[in-house]
């Protein structure tokens, strides 16, 4: 084998003494000490270079022959086989040239003596150096490599202190800015706040004695008094805090004395069960006194609400009754005239007579779009005697504007009223308008709006659509010191005698089995009759034997529910999905059937009344709901609210968990977390700074062992899987299975 044609310089041994200066610290910026190569390889450096195309130099030790033959390339067996070597004279040549080479070598010291000093010279001082053990940091040519650093540390001024940014302006006008503030355990008795005896007596009824928060501050803004408000009110107070008595109690109080029906006060929430359970307070408040409370909300006859909301009868005005028949036969001509309206009416009045147009409610509660309709369509449907307009679940509200009802209503709520239904004062009114005396005139009467949410959004632009006057923003919290500051200034906050959990289900492929084992083991208590047999061991008994066992279990699974005080509200993400999950839970525990049920949307206003009293009464353990549940709905003693579905926004979870844990009562809200949710839920949710908890309080993960989960489920499951597959398809085959 031909020697290297590169030889390396290998540094000497170093000297015991020196070991200890390499195990110090390499300079920054430096993985090892820099290398300083010798004269001497250096010189066997330049002649490898030069030799690096020519063949190896033969060894001198080699015998004369053997270096001719290692000279011309041959071995020796090659020679003395008798292949006498061809290129001698070749090779004679060749040796003249390594000759040649050897007296340049000689003359190489002469030519390269600059460098080479140079060279002795550092690895002197580098050798110096390493003798006396200090660092050092070799110098090197800007070609090598950058010169390192040296970290010396340089005096340095104080730090500056971070002063937070405090703005001296407000991007939120002052009433937003700076809301009146209240603590959440703050209550007045009802006596106190001057309200009448009558009303005493009703809230005594129901167990009332003291107002809460929210009414404590709300009675004497809306009542007439010296502490009422002159403008409108927008109230964020956390669910279940009482918000619904505080705008009707101080309504229908005022109104308790009024002798002619009038339209005074609307009541504008999401939902027709809303509607319903606006009605319900509102109906015992005014229990005694001649107020009429009307709803319209889309699941009743259109025409029907428009007869029990506007009373049409015929008043005697001979002037008007001409101005208008004229005007009726004007239209006719010109083929402008439409079906229905003022005109029909005035048809069926006697002569001389006009159709005068009353309220037949002097409470409204409704829906917004179905209050639309009425303001489109209901020919006398006028709200120019309004003096409150409420709006509940205002956020939900505004933001989703569908029909531009906000809109439509300011119109209405603001305009004059069409000339046609104008009555007298307010046609004096139009015609004096311009006269100097118009003033006296009595104005148009001045209305109150009063916004209410759980989960109030300070955002102007949604606000103003509803062209608040002298707006005050009042919210009830728990401690204002706990507040923590969410990036966008939105806290929500949860009721304080709520207790929430969260339990990871994986990947979330067994979730009803998840929230099957905690109804029954962590909420109902109940034992699971596959159990029960296995703790008495009999768990591989026949299938006779099971037969036999199953009625007993059945029945005391049916008994044991039936005096549970649970109430479960079990949320999902869809209607569908509702349905769904009542199969599936009636499939796979079949004694939870008769107990378990799923609201659907196709369900009529009576059908769901009855199904939600069902529930209040506790003949229905576990109601499964889509979020058209989750806000406003209040259902004494709901003690568990369960996300089977994450919800999907911070919103949607503080209103789902605020249907328990209501007006001062305990409440358990568990979310099931799958891996994919979980990173959003811990960090939004549980440590978010948007909801607020009460100091102390947090969401505590209960960890549940799948195979305690499933363990006995498995092949169920799969069975009813099938079964809500076939149910689902419609497919008979499969339901059977
Ligand atoms: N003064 C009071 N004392 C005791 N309980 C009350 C009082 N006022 C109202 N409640 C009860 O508080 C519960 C919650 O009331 P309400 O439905 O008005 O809450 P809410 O603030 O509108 O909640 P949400 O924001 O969820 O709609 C009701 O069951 C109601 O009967």
Redesign the pocket.
């Known amino acids: 084998m031909p020697g290297p044609l590169y030889a390396r310089w290998v540094p000497p041994a170093k000297p015991k003494a020196q070991e200890k200066s390499e195990s110090l610290p390499h300079p920054p910026g430096k993985t090892s000490q820099p290398t300083i190569e010798s004269p001497e390889p250096l010189r066997q450096k330049e002649k490898s270079k030069r030799k690096s195309t020519d063949q190896p130099a033969p060894s001198p030790e080699l015998k004369e022959d053997e270096r001719d033959a290692a000279a011309s390339g041959h071995t020796q067996e090659e020679q003395e086989s008798g292949e006498k070597p061809k290129k001698l004279k070749k090779r004679k040549r060749e040796l003249d040239v390594n000759d040649e080479i050897q007296v340049e070598e000689e003359a190489t010291p002469k030519k390269h003596k600059a460098i080479l000093s140079k060279f002795e010279r550092s690895y002197q001082r580098a050798e110096a150096i390493r003798a006396s053990g200090e660092q050092h940091y070799p110098e090197t040519s800007k070609e090598d490599e950058p010169a390192p650093e040296l970290h010396v540390p340089l005096p340095q001024p104080a730090p500056v202190a971070d002063i937070p940014y405090q703005p001296t302006f407000s991007a939120l006008p002052s009433w937003l800015a700076t809301p009146t503030t209240i603590e959440s355990s703050q209550t007045v008795s009802f006596e106190k706040l001057g309200i009448h005896p009558s009303f005493l007596k009703k809230?005594e009824k129901?167990?009332?004695r003291?107002?809460?928060a929210?009414?404590s501050v709300l009675l004497p803004m809306l009542r007439p008094g010296y502490d009422q408000h002159l403008g409108d009110i927008c109230v964020s107070?956390?669910?279940?805090?009482?918000?619904?008595?505080?705008y009707l109690l101080p309504i229908i109080e005022t109104l308790r004395d009024q002798a002619v029906t009038t339209l005074s006060a609307i009541i504008v929430v999401p939902t027709r069960q809303l509607v319903d359970?606006a009605l319900k307070?509102a109906e015992e408040l005014c229990e005694g006194t001649k107020l009429k409370v009307g709803t319209a909300l889309g699941s009743v006859p259109f025409a029907s609400e428009q007869k029990q909301l506007v009373k049409v009868r015929a008043r005697y005005d001979p002037q008007r009754a001409k101005e208008l028949h004229d005007k009726a036969s004007r239209q006719m001509k010109s083929a402008l005239g439409g079906r229905g309206g003022i005109f029909d009416d005035l048809a069926k009045v006697p002569k001389d007579h006009v159709p005068q147009y009353d309220s037949g409610v002097d409470i409204l509660i409704c829906t917004p779009g179905r209050l639309v309709e009425h303001i489109e369509s209901t020919t006398g449907f006028l709200l120019r005697s309004v003096r409150w307009l409420v709006i509940?679940?205002a956020d939900q509200l505004i933001a989703q504007n569908f029909q531009g009802w906000a809109t439509a209503l300011m119109d209405a709520l603001h305009d004059d009223t069409p000339e046609d239904f104008m009555n007298t004062q307010e046609r004096l009114r139009k015609q004096r308008r311009n006269l100097d005396w118009a003033p006296a005139l009595p104005d148009r009467t001045h209305i109150t709006k009063v916004v209410?949410?759980?989960t109030m959004k300070k955002d102007l632009t949604k606000l103003g659509t509803l062209r608040l006057r002298r707006p005050r923003l009042v919210v009830v919290e728990n401690d204002k010191e706990d507040q923590p500051s969410a990036p966008d200034g939105e806290v929500y906050e949860l009721p304080s005698t709520l207790a929430e959990y969260a339990i990871p289900v994986g990947d979330g492929s067994k979730k009803p089995l998840y929230l099957l084992f905690i109804l029954l083991r962590h909420i109902l208590n109940l034992n699971h009759p596959m159990e029960e047999k296995t703790d008495s061991g009999s768990a591989n008994s026949s299938s006779e034997e099971d037969s036999e066992a199953e009625p007993s279990s059945k029945a005391d699974c049916t008994s044991a529910l039936s005096s549970d005080r649970s109430r479960i509200l079990v949320f999902v993400k869809s209607n569908e999905n509702a349905s769904r999950l009542a199969h599936l839970l009636s499939v796979l525990e079949p004694p939870l059937q008769p107990f378990v049920k799923a609201m659907t949307p196709g369900a009529t206003t009576k059908q769901s009344q009855k199904l939600l009293r069902s529930f209040a009464a506790g003949r229905i353990k576990i109601l499964i709901a889509s979020d058209t549940a989750s806000?406003?709905?209040?259902i004494?003693d709901i003690t568990h609210v369960i996300n089977y579905d994450m919800p999907g926004s911070i919103i949607s979870y503080v209103?789902r968990v605020?249907?328990t844990a209501?007006?001062?009562k305990q409440g358990q809200a568990m979310t099931l977390v799958a891996k994919n949710e979980a990173g959003w839920f811990w960090n939004q949710i549980a440590k978010g700074s948007s909801v607020k908890r009460v100091r102390g309080t947090k969401v505590v993960r209960v960890e549940l062992k799948e195979r305690d989960v499933t363990w006995d489920r498995k092949r169920t499951y799969q069975e009813a899987l099938q079964q809500l597959q076939g149910a689902v398809e419609g497919n008979p085959d499969n339901t059977e299975a």
Do not use: C, I
């Open positions: 809230l129901q167990g009332f003291d107002a809460l929210v009414q107070a956390r669910t279940g805090s009482g918000k619904t008595l505080a359970q307070v509940d679940e209410l949410s759980a806000r406003g709905l209040d004494p209103h605020g249907r209501r007006a001062g």
